[in-house]
């Protein structure tokens, strides 16, 4: 009782134009506490995915419920692609769109000299073609499906695959794969950017997503892609499909074979760099909020 208590005696303090909301939590105090503000909130996932898959069908589903409930009394509800704005449609919640964007002063390519200097500052093979996967080893994300389709590829035995991430999966995966030196776990990094940088292929074969910012992110350092074929996937590579693969769900043969006939590289950097200057960079984000925040309940 005394944190809506508290809250709202900030909040009087500051007097804000716009409250802006991300996440169950911050929504549902906004939603409750805060009606006398104009509210934007920015759904990023689809709750009735994510939290099931997260913290169980039943506190999951209890905690989708509330989280959905809660936006629909919030003044403009956003999410962040328009594949999570369908799914939640059948929830009677109504919400704008504004997709996710990077900034690409952090992300951004880089020459071939940059490239082998990132390689040695951060001890990686130059000689070895490097796959990428970032993000939470957990069953969302479905890592092992990376890990396996990679090692039966043909690109095995001349590349490196690096594991970007921690989660429940690590431990397990690592002595799993303890044998497979072309396999690396290197945890939670604070320099993502440099890893992408010096990568050639970004894979991810998670079953849910928002607008994932780490597919984002490895497009904007020119790094193709290879996804699982989830809607949100899909909606990214829609914008130009040049960029990269989509592979079945859960199906590691299917990125096995998405690997081998991957080839025409410098066409799918080009259109890496053309999704996100024309679609998903922070600048057009930043742009669609602003007329938001400006615009009359």
Known sequence: FYLPYLLKKIVKEINPHVIHTQGIRSDMLSAHFLKEYKR??????????????????????????????SLKKIDIPVVCSESI?????????????????????????????????????????????VFISVGHLNSRKDPETVIRGFLSSVAKDNSLLLMIGDGPLRKSLQKKYENQS?????????????????????????????????????????????????????????????????????????????????????QAQKACMSIINKHLSASNMSKNYQSLYSREQ
């Open 40 to 69: 934007i909130a920015t759904l990023r996932n689809y709750p009735y995915e994510d939290y099931k898959m997260t913290y169980g069908k039943i506190l999951g589903t209890f905690m989708a419920y509330h989280h959905i409930n």
């Open 182 to 266: 072309n396999v690396k776990f290197l945890g939670r990094k604070g320099n993502v950017d440099e890893y992408l940088k010096l990568s050639d292929y970004f894979i991810s074969a998670s079953l849910s997503e928002g607008l994932p910012n780490s597919v984002i992110e490895a497009l904007a350092c020119q790094v193709p892609v290879i996804l699982s074929n989830i809607e949100q996937h899909k909606e990214i590579l829609n914008f130009n499909v040049l960029a990269g693969k989509l592979f079945k769900v859960k199906n590691y043969l299917d990125l096995t074979s998405k690997i081998n006939e991957f080839t025409d590289y410098k």
């Open 85 to 129: 704005k369908m799914k939640v449609k059948p929830h009677r919640l109504k919400a704008l769109v504004v997709r996710n964007g990077v900034d690409q002063n952090i992300f951004y390519p880089v020459t071939k000299e940059e490239k082998q200097f990132l390689r040695k500052k951060l001890e990686i093979p130059d000689d070895k073609n």
